[in-house]
């Protein structure tokens, strides 16, 4: 059996941008909640640009989904965040991708994503935290409820994360 790497850095954006345009893309989502509240984040660039979304990204190789989740939570919101459980493994295709809108975008303009999510519940380690939001998202909300105007992958994600709602 091989020993897992530790080679978890990040691919330059041309590579990346070819590995987008030519096959599907390993991601982590991240429901975080506190109590029955989850909080969902407004996305600021393609896919799912100005939609209420999850945390996530692309796992890097090498990186355990634990990892992966701890990661992107405290790279895009700036908290510790503990792993709760698993909710299931979810495909996405979605019209457009991380480049469309910008420089890089302008040359090959709506070849889309397709991602392929494992999703977890996972929830901030310290009871009094604040959020630091990355550039991929321009503002946060908390629901006690799954909303009628949300993204369908975001509404049956949360239906299958097992939150009690209110």
Do not use: Q
Request: net charge positive; glycine share 6%.
């Amino acid at each position: 059996m091989l020993k897992r790497s530790i080679y978890r850095t990040k691919i330059p954006p041309s590579l990346y941008r070819k590995i987008v345009e030519s096959m599907p893309v390993p991601c982590v989502d991240v429901v975080l909640k506190s109590g029955n509240r989850v909080f969902l984040f407004k996305r600021a660039y393609e896919p799912a640009k100005n939609k209420w979304w999850l945390i996530g990204g692309r796992i890097l190789k090498g990186e355990t989904f634990k990892e992966a989740v701890k990661r992107k939570v405290k790279e895009e919101v700036g908290i510790e965040a503990k792993l709760l459980k698993m909710i299931g493994v979810y495909e996405e295709f979605f019209v457009r991708s991380r480049f469309d809108g910008n420089e890089e975008g302008k040359k090959n303009k709506n070849n889309g994503t397709h991602t392929l999510s494992v999703c977890f519940v996972a929830e901030p380690i310290k009871k009094d935290f604040r959020f630091t939001l990355n550039n991929e998202y321009r503002d946060y909300k908390i629901i006690n409820r799954i909303e009628k105007g949300l993204d369908p992958y975001v509404k049956r994600v949360l239906r299958d994360s097992g939150i009690k709602f209110k």
